[in-house]
């Protein structure tokens, strides 16, 4: 049975367990008896609980795929493609100065919970944005529109603009992976997937005892998980709060707003923004040219842009009627302001193509993936349910 915009029903064969019988086939002495297909229906039945835990409609489905070492798992559209060597091979592959390394994955078992659960935030997020299901946080929902695989004129630090991408590839050294770890959608799919994992893992414990694979788990959150990157973000910007003043950027840039940030990131954030849109126009034009495949980018005319800006207009529109902080007169002057930033917009891509910059067809590529840390925990729950799905029995939603 096929669902709207792909998503789909897939049966497994342990449907018809309950969610801690489910969830104690993640501990390491089921997990490595498993071979590739009973741990590709596993990670399927997760999916499957997690999309209809959090009202999404229908899920994607998972497969096993050639992924680069780098690359626990991707979402694009209706698919959820994992690492076949980490997670059906248990190994690691890492390249010193050409010489292949393989190490045992300890943790498997636990890193693939994450990355489904990982993934379909993301497949979550993308129903929100389009629509398919609805969003109860508008705060949240403005953030996730303002990072998706879209482009706009950022200043170039030479007195010119370049398009920048609203989705941040990470490629700017020093603080590149931060700007990509704690923008809208990733920091929300990072967060919520470690704590859904972490509650997996505690539940393993109290039913069955510590493993090898469940203190490594542990471990590696400490030392690298959501509170010690943003910790080292912290340190790395200077600024207690630069997850949101990242999100403020992009978020100014997409809806034509002009809220107050630190400039120092405001800098960084479209220094990056125009290094990530370099990245996915390479990535595309690689695509096309047959040197490489990359799901995540596909192109969008100049008039598909259009319509995206006059959507963000609208959705800005839509927000601010809905904001009782806000005023008649500032709901028209902002509207109004967004309007015309648009129309600017717009007139500069178009003297870009008749200047042979940029054609109509495949010059703007877009894709699908892939507050405090409290606040962000409480925004995401409250839209998917927190009390919902899994965790009635002792597991994760």
């Not at 490595?32 to 741990?39: A, G, L, Q, V």
């Not at 109860?136 to 991408?165: A, C, I, R, W």
């Not at 800005?316 to 500032?330: I, Q």
């Amino acid at each position: 049975m096929t669902l709207n915009k792909g998503y789909g029903i897939h049966p497994t064969i342990y449907e018809n367990l309950s969610n801690t019988e489910l969830i104690s086939l993640y501990r390491e002495s089921s997990w490595s008896t498993m071979d590739e297909n009973s741990r590709q229906q596993l990670l399927q039945e997760t999916v499957n609980r997690s999309a209809a835990a959090k009202g999404e409609l229908g899920a994607c489905e998972v497969r096993f795929a050639d992924l680069d070492s780098s690359l626990l798992g991707q979402q694009s559209g209706n698919v959820i493609d994992v690492n076949r060597t980490v997670f059906a091979q248990d190994l690691y592959i890492h390249n010193y100065s050409g010489h292949i390394i393989e190490e045992k994955a300890v943790d498997s078992n636990m890193r693939a919970l994450e990355t489904v659960l990982h993934e379909d935030i993301h497949a979550w997020q993308d129903q929100c944005m389009n629509g398919t299901i609805q969003c109860m946080d508008e705060h949240l929902l403005s953030e996730y529109n303002s990072n998706n695989f879209t482009s706009s004129f950022v200043p170039d630090g030479n007195g010119g603009k370049q398009l920048g991408s609203h989705y941040l590839n990470g490629i700017t050294q020093t603080t590149g992976y931060y700007m990509y770890y704690f923008q809208s959608t990733e920091r929300d799919a990072h967060l919520y997937s470690e704590q859904r994992a972490m509650q997996a893992a505690k539940c393993l414990q109290q039913m069955y005892g510590s493993d090898k694979s469940l203190l490594t788990y542990q471990k590696n959150v400490l030392l690298n998980g959501y509170q010690a990157t943003y910790q080292k973000g912290q340190a790395i910007f200077g600024n207690n709060n630069f997850d949101k003043e990242i999100n403020q950027v992009l978020s100014n840039q997409y809806y034509g707003t002009d809220i107050a940030v630190d400039q120092k990131i405001q800098i960084t954030v479209q220094k990056e923004m125009i290094e990530s849109y370099q990245a996915q126009i390479q990535s595309s034009l690689e695509n096309k040219e047959g040197l490489a495949i990359d799901k995540n980018y596909t192109p969008v005319t100049i008039e598909d842009y259009d319509r995206s800006m006059r959507a963000s207009v609208n959705a800005f529109y839509e927000h601010a009627m809905n904001d009782p902080s806000m005023s008649r007169e500032e709901i028209i002057a902002e509207t109004g302001q967004m309007a015309e930033n648009y129309l600017n917009v717009m007139s500069e891509l178009q003297e870009a193509h008749e200047n042979g910059e940029i054609t109509s067809e495949n010059d703007i590529a877009i894709g699908t993936e892939e507050g405090t840390v409290d606040e962000v925990t409480a925004s995401i729950d409250d839209s998917v349910g927190a009390d919902g799905g899994m965790e009635d029995d002792g597991g994760v939603e």
